[in-house]
T-cell receptor, first 116, second 114 residues
Framework: EAGVAQSPRYKIIEKRQSVAFWCNPI?????LYWYQQILGQGPKLLIQ????????DSQLPKDRFSAERLKGVDSTLKIQPAKLEDSAVYLC??????????????FGPGTRLTVL | QQQVKQSPQSLIVQKGGISIINCAYE??????FPWYQQFPGKGPALLIA?????SEKKEGRFTISFNKSAKQFSLHIMDSQPGDSATYFC?????????????FGTGTRLTVIP
């Protein structure tokens, strides 16, 4: 079974530029998550989708971050404009559904963003 | 505010030894406590998880001990192997209708010396 795919794997941009990340979840997984993992810290949830609807985006900095999952499969996360503090690994994860009982979240390899 | 506090930050253990990583939380609305293992350049992968109505769960060499009254839980790795060298994250899920919000600890970098 193919895992969660993410691209690009690495991205270097200058501050105030825009950047977009792409994620393709495991086939059949209705729930998709985007996490931000700053160096030396644990992942922090940015947004959770159930199919193409947003379930939780309470920790998404909406002034510069946006995400969409138009057809309920692939998703893109965008940062515009980027700040130095956005340098992190952006992880995408998917699960069959959310809620109880716990459904395991499968993580992709992440996109390492460096903002100069 | 860090919802889940994890210690130690790093840990060095001899092959065959026991590795112990501790986590603590305050929010009683957490209803599930997974541990993730992350190798360099890879995403985290679920290792083992426990519900708060259970005090211990064992899977092979990995054991979670859970103390609900103290709001603490720990991961024990028995007979640690060099292949166990990775970063370990504890996490807690916030019980919220329809959501699956995991709060992660800051991670423990485990090094197992041959």
């Amino acid at each position: 079974e193919a895992g969660v795919a993410q691209s690009p794997r690495y991205k270097i941009i200058e501050k105030r530029q825009s950047v977009a990340f792409w994620c393709n979840p495991i086939s059949g997984h209705a729930t998709l998550y985007w996490y931000q993992q700053i160096l030396g810290q644990g992942p922090k949830l940015l947004i959770q989708f159930q199919n193409n609807g947003v379930v939780d985006d309470s920790q998404l900095p909406k002034d510069r971050f946006s995400a969409e999952r138009l057809k309920g499969v692939d998703s893109t996360l965008k940062i515009q404009p980027a700040k130095l503090e956005d340098s992190a690994v952006y992880l995408c994860a998917s699960s069959l559904i959310s809620g109880w009982p716990y459904n395991e979240q499968f993580f992709g390899p992440g996109t390492r963003l460096t903002v100069l | 505010q860090q919802q889940v506090k994890q210690s130690p930050q790093s840990l060095i253990v001899q092959k065959g030894g026991i590795s112990i990583i501790n986590c603590a939380y305050e929010n009683t609305a957490f209803d599930y406590f997974p541990w993730y293992q992350q190798f360099p350049g890879k995403g985290p992968a679920l290792l083992i998880a426990i519900r708060p109505d259970v005090s211990e769960k064992k899977e092979g060499r990995f054991t979670i001990s859970f103390n609900k009254s103290a709001k603490q839980f720990s991961l024990h790795i028995m007979d640690s192997q060099p292949g166990d060298s990775a970063t370990y994250f504890c996490a807690a899920r916030l019980k919220k209708t329809g959501a699956n919000n995991l709060f992660f600890g800051t991670g423990t970098r485990l090094t197992v010396i041959p």
